[in-house]
């Protein structure tokens, strides 16, 4: 069940580039154990806005609040080890290593075992086995020796989400996630996003209508740096200022 605290909120979040305001005066509530996707049409601000909730940029104004505590401030990194970790974007992989080798890289970069050619066979084979169950999690179990420069493009993209899941994350911000997908792999990562979404929250920029439609609990729409509707997707695709915002324009 979903929380009614939110775990990630913005209070009056404002973002200028010179004189133009890309963000104004946002207020949104993220609550814990939802899926929460940002939509609005091209040029709508919703990049930006993700943007400063995941601290690639800085606002002009107003305050970003992770579980209560205020991270207006922090580095990507530190808002990380709290457990809100943005995925493909900074989940990249090594093109020449295996799936499993990308992944047993994030898990000892979690527990701080770079070094790990110091470690025992025990902590090595622990981490193998969990490395193993991340890959059948993301359904590449019987792709976990191919190279990652020899997957397919959707395949690539749960690999990145594999990686990001190894730092055990407690909400996963993604940025487009199906950008570039045909639809066979869009089938299979929405799919996905569900189930790696059970006990965690999930806040994406999505495209994709009938992906937004299929799997968010909340939907929060932007036009012009400012949001217009906030529901879920029967709510605001009803919604006239949400129609005319959209009317005639591409569904970026």
Not at 18 to 28: D, M, R
Not at 170 to 179: F, G, N, Y
């Amino acid at each position: 069940m979903p929380d009614s605290a939110p775990i990630i909120e913005a209070r009056g979040l404002t973002r200028a580039f010179g004189g133009f305001i890309a963000v104004k005066n946002v207020n949104l509530k993220v609550r814990g154990g939802t899926i929460h996707a940002l939509i609005g049409p091209n040029g709508a601000g919703k990049s930006t806005l993700f943007n400063l909730l995941t601290k690639f940029l800085s606002p002009s104004g107003g305050s970003i609040f992770f579980k209560g505590r205020d991270v207006t401030h922090m580095a990507p990194a530190d808002i990380a080890l709290l457990g809100l970790v943005r995925s493909f974007q900074i989940s990249s992989v090594f093109p020449h290593l295996s799936a499993h080798e990308n992944v047993r890289v994030a898990l000892q970069a979690r527990e701080c075992e770079t070094f790990a050619f110091w470690k025992s066979n025990r902590t090595l084979r622990r981490l193998n086995d969990e490395a193993s169950n991340l890959l059948e999690s993301v359904g590449l179990a019987d792709r976990s020796q191919t190279r990652a420069s020899e997957l397919s493009y959707g395949r690539k993209r749960a690999l990145e989400l594999a990686t990001t899941l190894a730092l055990d994350p407690e909400v996963l911000l993604l940025d487009e996630p199906m950008a570039g997908m045909g639809t066979e792999d869009i089938g299979r990562t929405a799919n996905l996003i569900r189930s790696v979404g059970n006990g965690r929250t999930i806040l994406m920029v999505e495209h994709n209508l009938g992906v937004v439609a299929d799997l968010s609990d909340a939907i929060t729409v932007l036009r012009r740096g400012e949001i217009i509707a906030e529901g879920t997707y029967a709510e605001v695709s009803a919604d006239s200022e949400v129609r005319k915002a959209y009317l005639g324009g591409a569904h970026g």
